[in-house]
């Protein structure tokens, strides 16, 4: 038998402990990947060229107040503006208040233009803008209820007093969110009575170079006004929902340390029962020859390939499960996505490497510096 083959048995002595341990190690690995990958859905929005060019122009004080209308010529007019539409969250609710998707106002000639990365149906573009009552919708959300283009549907109001009862007229798919119902500013305004304000307005900069200067060309030209404008990129815009639930990132930080912390408690007390057990080994093997480094890097191994093969049941089965499972429908449409990159893989790998050393050193140690007598003195 060689050396790793004798290593392998020894772990293998007690399979009930090292399945134990192992299935430990693993959950609490998938917990972290889990939490990491949620952390870097929450933190780091889906994005591409179109969106980085995309701004929101929304009231300085909050986005529960509103913008004037007339705002709307003024921004079209400025230098570096290739499409600026109307854009109002509606907030409705379809049935039941759990079923939770988003909804805006909007100019519907100018949908296409600000997410030119979406891909929609010209003939369907053409019905949406044809049709006062129309709206256009995000393939996953037609998924989720199983509607169909031609279908009535009845949006029930809760922050505006309208319910407004809409016709598909179309489905877009692709871009950075496939989960949106867009319907006709007009109607909205119909509804409500012609309120004459708006809730945010969306932009699509001509290029990146003229982001910088239109952002403060925007804001300069409101500010001291009854509704001052804060004007922000698409992602910054995004993030202000994140920041609403606190610091995420500390949160979720302390939960993973935690459970790394509740690892090396795990496998260090494993471990420790296993050397414990084999001490008189331990001593026959010096006694035949084997010195203490490498009777340490014989436990440091076992130690290693249990941390090891936790780390890959976790990781990359937690990899496996979302790369299956429609998030969107398990969420409820709380994420889009939910990709366990190599990177996060990597971390999560690492920390299995390091757990695995950490938490045999001590007992390795006192292994390593135990006589050959106080050794063979142990009871089995």
Not at 226 to 250: C, H, P
Request: proline fraction near 3%; aromatic fraction near 10%; charge should be positive.
């Amino acid at each position: 038998m060689n050396l790793a083959g004798f290593i392998a048995r020894n772990a293998m002595r007690n399979k009930r402990r090292v399945i134990l341990t192992t299935f430990s190690v693993a959950l609490s690995l998938f917990l972290y990947t889990v939490l990491q990958t949620a952390l870097r859905e929450m933190t780091q929005p889906a994005s591409s060229e179109d969106s980085a060019l995309r701004l929101v122009v929304r009231h300085r004080v909050s986005l529960a107040n509103v913008l004037p209308v007339k705002y709307h010529a003024r921004i079209n007019s400025m230098p570096g503006v290739r499409v600026c539409s109307k854009f109002t969250w509606f907030g409705g609710v379809y049935q039941d208040a759990k079923n939770f998707f988003p909804q805006f106002a909007c100019e519907p000639d100018k949908i296409a233009p600000l997410f030119a990365e979406a891909e929609f149906d010209p003939r369907e573009i053409a019905d949406f803008i044809g049709d006062r009552t129309g709206c256009i919708v995000g393939v996953k959300t037609m998924e989720r209820f199983r509607w169909k283009v031609g279908q009535k549907i009845t949006l029930t109001g809760t922050i505006w007093d309208c319910s407004p009862e809409l016709t598909i007229r179309g489905v877009y798919r692709g871009g950075v969110d496939e989960t949106n119902l867009f319907f006709q500013h007009a109607y909205f305004d119909e509804l409500t009575g012609d309120l004459g304000s708006v809730g945010t307005y969306w932009i699509k900069a001509l290029n990146a170079d003229v982001i910088p200067e239109l952002i403060a060309r925007i804001d300069r030209t409101f500010e001291n006004s009854d509704a001052e404008t804060k004007t922000e990129t698409e992602r910054a815009f995004q993030l202000s929902f994140v920041s609403m639930f606190g610091n995420i990132k500390m949160l979720i930080g302390s939960i993973s340390t935690v459970i790394v912390f509740t690892m090396i408690l795990v496998t260090a007390s494993t471990m420790s029962m296993a050397i414990r057990e084999r001490m008189r080994e331990i001593a026959i093997l010096k006694a035949i020859g084997f010195d203490g480094k490498r009777v340490v890097s014989m436990i440091v191994a076992e130690s290693f390939g249990l941390a090891l093969a936790g780390g890959i049941v976790g990781c990359f089965g937690a990899k496996l499960l979302f790369a299956n499972v429609d998030i969107y429908a398990l969420t409820q449409g709380f994420f889009l996505k939910f990709d366990v990159t190599p990177h996060i893989l990597a971390g999560g790998m690492l920390i299995a490497a390091v757990l695995g050393v950490t938490s045999c050193a001590i007992p390795a140690l006192t292994a390593m510096r135990a006589t050959i007598v106080a050794g063979l003195r142990e009871l089995d």
